[in-house]
C-alpha cells in the first residue's frame, strides 16, 4: 500500500510540473519568437545554431517552450489554451493528496469544453487580439456559427452554452455553492474587521508626554492640576483580556475502502464480497470554516461573565467541532475549579444557548473546559468515517465506528475490549441509528465466518432491514423460525440460548487448553468460532414484561461471554433504576449516553450529570473503560434506505450452506416471579427473595416499607422476604422503627453468597 500511495504523489508531483511549465510557456508567447525558430528543424535542440536561437527568444521557457506556445497559440485555442492546464494542476493535487479522481475529471472535461466556447467568442469579435486569443480552432467554429445561425445567434448560444456548463460545474463540483460564497464573503468581512480594529488599537495606544523642563527663574515647574492623577483610572473592557487561540482540529487521511480485498472465500467455500462504500450516500464534507468573528463573541460574553464573579482566566483556547466548540480556560492560581463548575446556569444564561457542558477540569490538562453550541452545526456522514485510514488498515477484532470528536477525529473502538457496551438516551435522540452504525461498521469490516448477530427487537421495526442477513450473519435457534426476535417470551428464550452456546464454548477452550476465544481460533484454524454480537434494542420493555427472567441471563453473559467471544451492546430508553439495574450496571462499563431528559438519568447511566446537556440527533457522551471522563462525540448519520442498500447488496449474495445454530437451552422450572404475582418458593424461598436481596444491597438499607414501595408487595408478604433475608444472613435482625443493617456491602459478594445458598 505505501509504493502504491508514493506512486501517486509522485505522479501528482510530476503533473504539477508538466502543467506549471505548460502555462508558463503559454504566458509568456512572443510572435517574434515564431520568426528565430524557423531556422531551426524540429527536432534541432542541441549545437550553435540552437543556442545562438535560444539567446534571441523572449520565452524563457527555451525552444520546447516557444515551440510549445506557438504550437497551441497559433494553431489551437490562443491563450484560451491555458484553461486545461489548470485541469492538470487539479489533477496533480487530487493524485497527491490522495482525493477521488472523479472531480477532476469532471473538471477537466468542463475547462476543454469552455475552452473552445471561449474561444469561439474571441473569434466572433473584432478587437485586435481576438486572433491571439481565440487560435486558429476559435476562429474555424466562430466562422461557421456565424455563417449558420449568424452573428447574433452565435453569440446568443455560446453565452447559453457557457454559463448553463458553468452552472453544471458549480453543482456538481462544489457542495452548497451559497453556503461557500457566504463564507468566503464572511471570511473577508472578519479580516477587514480585524485590520480596522488592530490599526484603532494602535491609534489609542498614544506615547506619553515627555515632562516639561522648568520654567527658567522659577524655582519650581507652575502648579498645573494632574487630570489623571485626581480623576479614578476606568479601564476599558476588553483591553486586558487575554487572545483566544483557535486549535487546528485533526485532518483523517483519507483511504478508498474499496481498494482492499473485497472478495473472500468462506469456510464452506462460498465466496462473500464485501459492500461498496458507493452504496452509502456521497456527500461532500463541509470545510472546516471557523467564523472567528462569532468565536471572538463568544468569548467576550463568557469572559465578561467570569469576570463579575471574579473569575480570572490567564489564557484561553478554543476547538470547532462539528456541533460545538470547546473553549479551554486556564485559570489564575488562586481561582478555585468548583468556581466556575458553579456557575454553569448562569454561563448558558449569558451564552443564551442550550447544551453548556462544563469539564472541571479537562483530563490531562491544567485547564478548565466549556462545550457550547456553535451556529453552524455540520452534519457527520457515515460515508465519511469510513472512508479513513484508521477504519480501512484498523487491526481490531471487531471495530466499531462511534462518530467524530470535538476536534473532528474519527473515534474507533474494539467492541472485544470493551467488552460490552450499555446504550441511553431518550426518544429521538439517537439509539436506533447509532446502533445502525455500530452494525453497518462490523458489516463493513468483517466477514460472515468472523462474526455473528443476534437480534433482539421487541419495538419490531427497528432492525426490520438486518432480516436480509439472515443467511449470512444471523444465527438460528432450535425451535423458532424467527431470525430476528421480537417477541418477549422468545426474547428470554434466545437469551438462554446464548447463556447455553456461552457454556459449550467454555468447555471447547478447556479441552483446547486456552484462556480465550483468539487462542482457540489461532491454535485450531480450521474449528474457528465467530464472534457472537448480542443487540438488544429495547431493554426496557423486556424488563416490564420479562423482568427477572430477563436480567438473570444478561447479567451472566456480561460476566462470563466476554473470553468466548459473545458481546453485548443493549440500548434503553429508561435510564432508570428499575431499568438498568445495579448488577447490569456493574458489568456494562463501556456505556453511551444520548440526550435524556434529567441529571437522574444521566447519573444512572453515567454515575455523573452532562447527559441531560446535550442536543439530540446523534450529540452523546461515552464514557470508556480507560477513560475517567466521559468523550463528546457526535455519532455519523446513515439512513434506513443506506441500511437497507447494505443488507440488501448482501442478502443477493448466495447464502452460507452451513448455518450457525445455537443450543437448545435447558429447561429451568423456575416461577414466574412478579410478572404473575405468585408465591412459588424455592427451598423455602419467596420468588421475589433475589430481587428483594439485590434492591437492599443497592441501597444499603432493609425494611418492610422499602420493599412494599419498590416491589410492589403486600406488607405480610414483604415482611416474609424480610424474614428470610436476615435468616440468610444479609440484613441485620430488626431495631426498633429503624432501618435493618445490611451485612452485604456488594453485588459480586451477594451472587456468591445467593449461589452458596443454592
Known amino acids: 500500500m505505501d509504493k502504491d500511495k508514493l506512486k501517486k504523489e509522485l505522479s501528482g508531483i510530476v503533473l504539477c510540473i508538466i502543467a506549471f511549465f505548460y502555462i508558463g510557456a503559454l504566458l509568456f508567447y512572443h510572435q517574434d519568437d515564431r520568426t528565430v525558430l524557423d531556422g531551426l528543424k524540429w527536432y534541432e535542440f542541441f549545437g550553435r545554431s540552437a543556442m545562438e536561437a535560444v539567446s534571441r527568444l523572449h520565452n524563457p521557457f527555451g525552444i520546447f517552450g516557444a515551440r510549445l506556445a506557438g504550437l497551441f497559440i497559433s494553431s489551437f485555442l490562443g491563450y484560451v489554451s491555458i484553461i486545461p492546464g489548470f485541469a492538470l494542476i487539479y489533477w496533480g493535487v487530487s493524485l497527491v493528496r490522495h482525493r477521488s479522481l472523479k472531480p477532476p475529471l469532471l473538471f477537466t472535461l468542463y475547462a476543454v469544453f469552455v475552452s473552445l466556447?471561449?474561444?469561439?467568442?474571441?473569434?466572433?469579435?473584432?478587437?485586435?487580439?481576438?486572433?491571439?486569443?481565440?487560435?486558429?480552432?476559435?476562429?474555424m467554429l466562430a466562422a461557421f456559427l456565424s455563417t449558420v445561425i449568424g452573428y447574433t445567434g452565435a453569440w446568443v448560444l455560446l453565452g447559453a452554452l457557457g454559463l448553463a456548463a458553468t452552472f453544471f460545474a458549480v453543482r456538481v463540483l462544489v457542495e452548497n455553492p451559497v453556503e461557500q460564497l457566504r463564507a468566503a464573503i464572511a471570511g473577508i468581512g472578519t479580516l477587514l474587521q480585524r485590520v480596522v480594529s488592530s490599526f484603532a488599537r494602535k491609534r489609542k495606544q498614544k506615547p506619553k508626554p515627555e515632562p516639561e523642563e522648568p520654567l527658567q527663574g522659577l524655582p519650581f515647574p507652575p502648579d498645573i492640576p494632574d487630570e489623571s492623577a485626581a480623576a479614578p483610572v476606568s479601564s476599558v473592557p476588553g483591553e486586558d483580556e487575554p487572545e483566544i487561540t483557535i486549535r487546528e482540529g485533526v485532518h483523517e487521511k483519507e483511504a478508498d475502502l474499496d481498494k482492499r480485498k473485497l472478495k473472500v472465500k468462506t469456510k464452506d467455500r462460498v465466496a462473500y464480497r464485501f459492500p461498496s462504500v458507493d452504496l452509502l450516500r456521497h456527500t461532500r464534507e463541509e470545510d472546516d470554516y471557523v467564523d472567528e468573528t462569532l468565536l471572538e463573541d463568544s468569548k467576550n460574553r463568557l469572559l465578561e461573565k467570569?469576570?463579575?464573579?471574579?473569575?480570572?482566566?490567564?489564557?484561553?483556547?478554543?476547538?470547532?467541532?462539528?456541533?460545538?466548540?470547546?473553549?479551554?480556560?486556564?485559570?489564575?492560581?488562586?481561582?478555585?475549579?468548583s468556581r466556575v463548575t458553579s456557575l454553569e446556569n448562569d454561563l448558558a444564561m449569558a451564552m443564551a444557548a442550550r447544551g453548556i457542558r462544563i469539564i472541571a477540569p479537562i483530563p490531562g490538562k491544567n485547564a478548565v473546559g466549556v462545550e457550547i453550541p456553535h451556529g453552524k452545526p455540520r452534519t457527520v456522514w457515515m460515508r465519511s468515517v469510513l472512508q479513513v485510514e484508521k477504519f480501512k488498515n484498523n487491526r481490531m477484532a471487531l471495530p466499531i465506528v462511534l462518530g467524530k470528536t470535538i476536534a473532528n477525529e474519527v473515534y474507533l473502538e474494539d467492541l472485544v475490549t470493551m467488552p460490552h457496551l450499555l446504550i441511553a438516551g431518550a426518544t429521538g435522540a439517537g439509539k436506533s441509528v447509532g446502533i445502525n452504525v455500530m452494525l453497518t461498521s462490523l458489516l463493513y469490516a468483517c466477514s460472515p465466518d468472523r462474526v455473528k448477530f443476534v437480534l433482539i427487537d421487541p419495538k419490531r421495526v427497528e432492525l426490520l432491514h438486518y432480516q436480509?442477513?439472515?443467511?449470512?450473519?444471523?444465527?438460528?435457534?432450535?425451535?423458532?423460525?424467527?431470525?430476528?426476535?421480537?417477541?418477549?417470551?422468545?426474547?428470554?428464550?434466545?437469551?438462554?440460548?446464548?447463556?447455553?452456546?456461552?457454556?459449550?464454548?467454555?468447555?471447547?477452550?478447556?479441552?483446547?487448553?486456552?484462556?480465550?476465544?483468539?487462542?482457540?481460533?489461532?491454535?485450531?484454524?480450521?474449528?474457528?468460532?465467530?464472534?457472537?454480537?448480542?443487540?438488544?434494542?429495547?431493554?426496557?420493555?423486556?424488563?416490564i414484561t420479562a423482568g427477572?427472567?430477563?436480567?438473570?441471563?444478561?447479567?451472566?453473559?456480561?460476566?462470563?461471554?466476554?473470553?468466548?467471544?459473545?458481546?453485548?451492546?443493549?440500548?434503553?430508553?429508561?435510564?432508570?433504576?428499575?431499568?438498568?439495574?445495579?448488577?447490569?450496571?456493574?458489568?456494562?462499563?463501556?456505556?453511551?449516553?444520548?440526550?435524556?431528559?434529567?441529571?437522574?438519568?444521566?447519573?444512572?447511566?453515567?454515575?455523573?450529570?452532562?447527559?441531560?446537556?446535550?442536543?439530540?440527533?446523534?450529540?452523546?457522551?461515552?464514557?470508556?473503560?480507560?477513560?475517567?471522563?466521559?468523550?463528546?462525540?457526535?455519532c455519523p448519520y446513515i439512513s434506513s434506505a443506506e441500511v437497507e442498500a447494505i443488507t440488501s447488496f448482501i442478502g443477493k449474495q448466495d447464502g452460507l450452506k452451513n448455518f450457525y445454530h445455537l443450543p437448545q437451552p435447558d429447561v429451568r422450572e423456575k416461577g414466574s416471579g412478579s410478572q404473575n404475582g405468585g408465591y412459588q418458593e424455592k427451598e423455602g424461598r419467596d420468588a421475589m427473595f433475589e430481587e428483594a436481596a439485590h434492591l437492599v444491597v443497592m441501597h444499603q438499607q432493609g425494611s418492610v416499607s422499602l420493599l412494599q414501595r419498590r416491589l410492589k408487595l403486600g406488607f405480610s408478604r414483604a415482611a416474609r422476604i424480610m424474614d428470610q433475608l436476615e435468616a440468610s444472613g444479609i440484613v441485620g435482625p430488626a431495631d426498633g422503627s429503624k432501618a435493618r443493617d445490611v451485612l452485604v456491602e456488594s453485588h459480586d459478594a451477594l451472587d456468591l453468597l445467593l449461589r452458596n445458598l443454592d
Not at 469579435?125 to 476559435?138: K, L, R, Y
Not at 471574579?310 to 489564575?332: D, H, M, N, Q, Y
Not at 452532562?610 to 468523550?631: I, R, V
Open 306 to 337: 467570569l469576570r463579575i464573579y471574579k473569575v480570572e482566566v490567564v489564557r484561553i483556547s478554543a476547538t470547532v467541532g462539528p456541533r460545538v466548540t470547546l473553549f479551554e480556560l486556564e485559570l489564575a492560581p488562586d481561582v478555585k475549579v
Open 548 to 634: 427477572r427472567d430477563v436480567e438473570e441471563p444478561i447479567t451472566r453473559l456480561a460476566q462470563l461471554s466476554r473470553a468466548v467471544g459473545i458481546h453485548l451492546i443493549v440500548a434503553t430508553q429508561r435510564p432508570s433504576v428499575d431499568i438498568i439495574t445495579g448488577v447490569i450496571k456493574a458489568n456494562f462499563p463501556a456505556r453511551i449516553a444520548f440526550q435524556v431528559a434529567s441529571k437522574v438519568d444521566s447519573r444512572t447511566i453515567l454515575d455523573g450529570s452532562g447527559a441531560e446537556q446535550l442536543l439530540g440527533n446523534g450529540d452523546m457522551l461515552y464514557q470508556p473503560t480507560s477513560q475517567p471522563k466521559p468523550e463528546r462525540i457526535q
Open 468 to 543: 436480509n442477513l439472515k443467511n449470512h450473519f444471523l444465527v438460528k435457534f432450535h425451535g423458532l423460525d424467527e431470525q430476528i426476535i421480537t417477541d418477549p417470551a422468545k426474547a428470554v428464550y434466545a437469551l438462554r440460548s446464548v447463556e447455553k452456546e456461552m457454556e459449550q464454548r467454555y468447555d471447547l477452550l478447556e479441552k483446547a487448553g486456552v484462556r480465550n476465544i483468539a487462542d482457540f481460533n489461532r491454535k485450531q484454524p480450521d474449528e474457528a468460532l465467530p464472534y457472537l454480537v448480542v443487540v438488544v434494542d429495547e431493554l426496557a420493555d423486556l424488563m
Open 117 to 139: 466556447v471561449t474561444a469561439s467568442m474571441f473569434g466572433l469579435t473584432t478587437a485586435p487580439f481576438g486572433d491571439v486569443m481565440s487560435g486558429a480552432i476559435g476562429r
